[in-house]
């Protein structure tokens, strides 16, 4: 075993090269390089003063903040591993989550104290709990409790080690804890510097909530490598970060598409000076190509890309050079990682113009899921992970991304893709945002139904929207049903809860207008 790719050695080399650069700004906030590295190698020995070793897990509940940069790093160095937990959760799904995890310690933001404390109400046997920062862990570290036995572990920090659960969104089902160790960060993180690269002058905007992947391996992490400055903020409010991308001269950001369109929404958009924004990367959806073109008007270019949690995240990616050439594209592989098309019945790997299911493996794949071998070995077959979704590749190697092969629903015989008849009513000036589900019919076996946001101050009707669809995409998969909802349901990740809508529909909760087409 080696440790050439541990993680918390970025600090310490920055902390020489880069000390006094700021790291991290966290509303106006600064840290240098050189006291992140102080907080977080003395967190690390007190870590390991009260009986914390090597794999014992300490999860958070907190918004984006320099404290839970400071416990990461602290984890890096120590072979901790961090489970940073959702606060959009109820306290049932955080006690869910806890329960899968084991942390031996739980550091809860003042903000959310009432919910961390009614999450571990449920738990029959809750761990140790604390605060972060100067007036929590960083000050006193609660003693290891075991309960197991168990002694610490004090060897060194090893590539092969776990460094971060994070637990998927959960679309499809109960959600489960992604282990990724830290040659998983190490090589996606080099991936991306090869193809979305960041420099040690670069001004980084993090909304991406850090209970999510993209909050720590979509840029920041990359960011810290390199010694560039990292804008946190908590949450994400459209008019903010144009305030931010103006007055701190971001030069790069991750958003969803969900994020991009709001900013280009606002009424501040079109005036915002921009111009230090050379560069954008969209990541957990596809992003609508009339979305694209509004951002390429402003002269931003976007990196449009794919990942999943399992691969930590970073898989393909849509040159910049490409962007409108092969616009709606996810690209093709990022460096270091293999990917093939693969019959979603069979099995068998497909080779050239090709329609099937991704799979995925290389260095980025994740370790597995927590104390869940079925599951793991199921994602994990014959060597590779297997995404789940469906995807068609071209005869130039370029891929994109067409559903997820649960959400394709079968009319009349003809599969049909959700995404295929969003990206169509996304092309409608009227539609802010849009999901399609399939529902059960005695006639044709399932039938389509699209639930729509409609745009402010914009009026259309579903009559409108169904001839408009008529004449984008083939008659059959026009959906039966156009519904007008305030909001689709979406995952921190911005991918659509489409349980939530098939719930709705079952119970006939729906108030608004409809046609049948």
């Known amino acids: 075993m080696t440790s050439f790719h541990t993680i918390g050695r970025w600090i310490e080399d920055r902390a020489i090269a880069t000390g006094d650069r700021v790291a991290i700004d966290d509303r106006g906030v600064r840290l240098s390089y050189r006291e992140l590295h102080r907080r977080a190698v003395a967190l690390a020995d007190r870590f390991r003063d009260a009986g914390y070793g090597v794999g014992d897990r300490i999860a958070t509940i907190t918004g984006n903040s320099s404290d839970h940069v400071v416990v990461f790093f602290a984890c890096a160095l120590s072979g901790l591993v961090l489970v940073p937990l959702s606060w959009r959760l109820s306290p049932a799904e955080l006690a869910q989550q806890l329960e899968r995890a084991r942390p031996e310690l739980l550091l809860v933001e003042d903000e959310f104290s009432a919910l961390g404390g009614a999450a571990l109400e449920r738990l029959p046997v809750p761990p140790v709990r604390t605060g972060l920062g100067a007036r929590g862990v960083e000050t006193e570290v609660p003693r290891a409790r075991r309960s197991d036995g168990r002694t610490a572990s004090a060897r060194p920090v090893e590539d092969d080690d776990a460094l971060l659960i994070i637990f998927t969104a959960g679309t499809l089902g109960r959600p489960k804890g992604a282990v990724l160790t830290h040659a998983n960060c190490f090589w996606t993180n080099l991936a991306l510097s090869r193809t979305a690269e960041i420099s040690g002058d670069d001004v980084v905007l993090s909304v991406m909530p850090q209970y999510h992947v993209g909050g720590w391996n979509v840029q920041p992490l990359l960011a810290w490598w390199v010694g560039a400055t990292v804008v946190l903020e908590r949450t994400f409010d459209p008019g903010r970060v144009l305030q931010l991308i103006a007055e701190r001269r971001i030069t790069t950001m991750m ?263």
């Open 255 to 517: 958003g969803v598409p969900a994020n991009y369109l709001f900013l280009a929404e606002h009424p501040d958009f079109q005036r915002t000076d921009l111009s230090s924004l050379r560069h954008a990367i969209v990541g957990g959806a596809p992003m609508p190509e009339p979305l694209l073109r509004t951002w390429h008007s402003r002269g931003v270019a976007l990196t449009q890309g794919y990942g999943l949690t399992e691969a930590s995240p970073n898989v393909l990616c849509l040159a910049d050079e490409d962007a409108k050439r092969k616009a709606g594209l996810a690209g093709k592989p990022y460096p270091h990682v293999d990917i093939a098309v693969a019959d979603p019945v069979t099995g068998e790997r497909l080779t050239g113009n090709a329609t099937g299911e991704l799979i995925v493996r290389g260095p980025g794949v994740f370790a597995g899921y927590v104390d869940d071998p079925e599951e793991t070995a199921h994602a994990l077959r014959g060597g590779w992970l297997h995404t789940g979704d469906l995807v068609h590749r071209d005869d130039d190697g370029y891929v994109r991304v067409i559903d997820r092969i649960k959400d394709i629903y079968i009319s009349g015989g003809e599969s049909i893709a959700p995404a295929e008849i969003e990206s169509a009513l996304f092309g409608h000036p009227a539609v802010a945002d849009v999901a399609v589900i399939g529902v059960p019919d005695a006639r044709w076996g399932e039938v389509g139904v699209a639930y729509v946001v409609r745009r402010r101050g914009v009026a259309t009707d579903a009559e409108e929207l169904t001839a408009w669809l008529r004449q984008h995409i083939a008659s059959f998969k026009v959906p039966r049903q156009i519904l007008f909802i305030d909001r689709i349901p979406r995952s921190s990740s911005d991918k659509i809860v489409r349980r939530e809508l098939s719930a709705r529909h079952a119970a006939r909760s729906d108030t608004h207008e409809s046609t049948t087409a």
